[in-house]
């Protein structure tokens, strides 16, 4: 198939390339670096596919769009699909895949590495030795060693977050409808939100955001945490109300922030704008807090996991073009 690949940097059309080669999936490619938008849609004209990112928004009127154009597939280099209307591909017969599974690692390492950096105030450190600064003031941590860290979701990535804590010594609490078989073996106690929000240390998120999970962390459920508690969010910016956050981060009600996600990043993330001035005063302010760690939506990115999301991308187009049908076709459905 021809496939328009929206929202390319560098290392897609590497390993997009390289996964075409060694698959022999004989795809043609054509690289843009634009977002996919009704503004952009027309360079798909001529292709039976897209393949598009987490900020790339297909909403109902670029699908109808791209269903104008004969596009068939729309190809998601991603586990997420919040940024596609399921609804109005379903109408226009666009059949959407996705990476369901690329390396839940990559994610559930970058995850704890937030929780380390944070506690232990690393990001901070960094600073004052390269200022020959040695104090320890403001630096002190606590032991993971015997935390009580809550795991919302726990599906493949969550279980993953659940191991490697598991080998720190947490005791760890978990909420999802789903009980994994490896949490359960390694003895994770599945709670309410209620108690699990109440009694963990570090509240961890790594469930898909839908309409029943947007704003999942809002107001009453950061009443409901520990005043010093950490949150982590490296899974989808709308999980958590940010002014909520602020407001609880300013009344000194939440401990810690890590985000690897933000509500708005779609104005921000995977564009270098140190030039600019942000004009996102919510994101701004978030930056000014010594106890706030956010990184740009690069908890996906290792080498293995671009490999693996370049590898199924081009084998679920491939699959689509030969059967009609794909394994990792997303199915709309409610928790
Ligand atoms: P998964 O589908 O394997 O697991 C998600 C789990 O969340 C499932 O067990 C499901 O039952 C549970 N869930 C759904 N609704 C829930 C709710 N209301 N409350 C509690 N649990 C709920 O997904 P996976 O691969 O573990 O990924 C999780 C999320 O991580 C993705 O949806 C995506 O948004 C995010 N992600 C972020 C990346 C990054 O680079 N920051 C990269 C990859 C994924």
Known sequence: MKITVYSTKRYDSQFLEQA????????????????LSNLTCDL??????????????????VVEHLASLDVQVIALRSAGYNHVDLAAAGQCSIKVVRVPAYSPHAVAEHAVGLMLCLNRKLHRAF???????????????FDLHGKTVGIIGTGKIGAVVAQILHGFGCHILAYDNYHHPDCIALGVNYVTLTQLLAASHIVTLHCPLTPDTHHLIDNDALQTMRPDAMLINTSRGGLVDTSAVIRALKARRLGAL??????????????????EVVQDDVFSRLLTFPNVL???????FTREALQAIAETTLHNVSEIERTGSSENEVKLHRF
Do not use: K, W
Request: hydrophobic share 40%.
């Open 20 to 35: 075409n080669r060694d698959g022999n999936h004989g795809h043609e490619l054509v690289f843009v670096p634009f977002r």
């Open 44 to 61: 798909a004209r001529g292709s039976q596919a897209v393949c598009v990112f987490v900020n790339d928004a297909a909403n109902a009127e």
């Open 127 to 141: 600073n004052r030795v390269r200022d020959n600064n040695f104090r320890l003031d403001g630096l002190l941590g």
């Open 258 to 275: 890590g985000i690897d996600v933000y509500e708005e990043e779609g104005d921000l993330f995977f564009e270098d704008l140190s030039d």
């Open 294 to 300: 956010i990184t740009g939506h690069q908890a996906f």
